[in-house]
């Protein structure tokens, strides 16, 4: 995401004017979700994916047609149906509602991209709230209005009670950096959260600490890494680690800016630093909290801990034993299995298995398919 948002920052201030594409809802099955984007530009390069193949073709064909003709925003509905599971292999069958958004001036959509980047820069966590489908004259599509996580705004979109839904979505998506839409009388919006880029801080740099560390680099996260031993919090152990600290689990903590975007999860050597390196996670006020380690492990530490004077509810809101339960062995198993915590905890799912028991057959093309994507003719067949 933050290197679409730069790339439009980049070709805003050199007056470049490009298209970007949004996924603002989807139904069933399909390649992508809402919120993914791609940027289409004049010479025809792209950053970015909505899904690939010919829905993304046709995608950058209305985009071309917007700069060329230099004509407004358009609101697409693609169904992923028999005719681009010929041409393309899609099989999902679901429904992609997708915002075609021309950006040309930079005086009024610079501001707005610069403060998207600040909010990934441990700025304040915003949302954006854009409309996309307008039935009423004085509020065009590609209207927007911004909310900051304290409530304040700028700009304006419909009246007072859409723009007071407006501002309680937006303070409650932003800190997430979750999408929604809204649809009111005459006016759709979709609107975005944007926040920091979510960071894992893990205490322990031992062999399960390597693993989750590998892994969480591929899906994006900022990773810290803290051991009271330099041996594992080294540059040579941990390469692209945003930070390495050599300090004591009970106070390592407390030098780190965290927020409601950050995730810890103890995986220390023994029993007496995971109690010091707990006490310090439940001080803060990050999201999630992991503990590695056996139930009766666990147990005693919250038993100590409750009898320090921490309350039960803080310990109630640890995630011990940490991950879920996939019956995962090796360090890599564990680190899927935690990190899939961490992503269920982020994104909000709820853990069950996708497979489906009442499966719809798809019933097969009956004969070859045209450029255009509409079924030939077969023998015998005859004009209606």
Known sequence: MRDLIEESIRLLQIDQPFVLATIVRTRGMTPQKAGAKQIFKLDGASL?????G???GDIAYCANQILQNKSGPEFRVFHLNEAFAAQDGFVCGGTMEVFIEPLRDAKEALPLFQEKVRSFDKGPAIAVATVVKSADSSVPCGKKMLVRADGTTVGAVGDMRLQNQIVGSG???APYGHSQLIAGDDLTL??????TTPTLI???GGHIGLAVYNLALTLGFSVIVIDD???FAAQERFPKAAKLMVEEYDT???GLEVNFNSFILIATRGHRYDEQAVRAAVATNVRYIGLLGSKRKNSLIFSALQQSGIPLEKLKNIYAPVGLAIGALTPEELAVSIL????QNRRGGDGRSLKSFEMEVVRPLAGPICDNGSRAKTKGETKK
């Not at 979709?190 to 926040?195: A, D, L, M, S, V």
């Not at 899939?340 to 992503?343: G, H, L, Q, S, T």
């Open 171 to 173: 303070k409650a998506l």
């Open 252 to 254: 390592a903590l407390a």
């Open 229 to 231: 031993r330099a041996e």
């Open 54 to 56: 010919c829905l993304e």
């Open 202 to 204: 893990i205490l322990g």
């Open 190 to 195: 979709f609107i975005e959260g944007y926040t």
């Open 48 to 52: 970015g994916t909505l899904g690939g």
């Open 340 to 343: 899939a915590e961490i992503i």
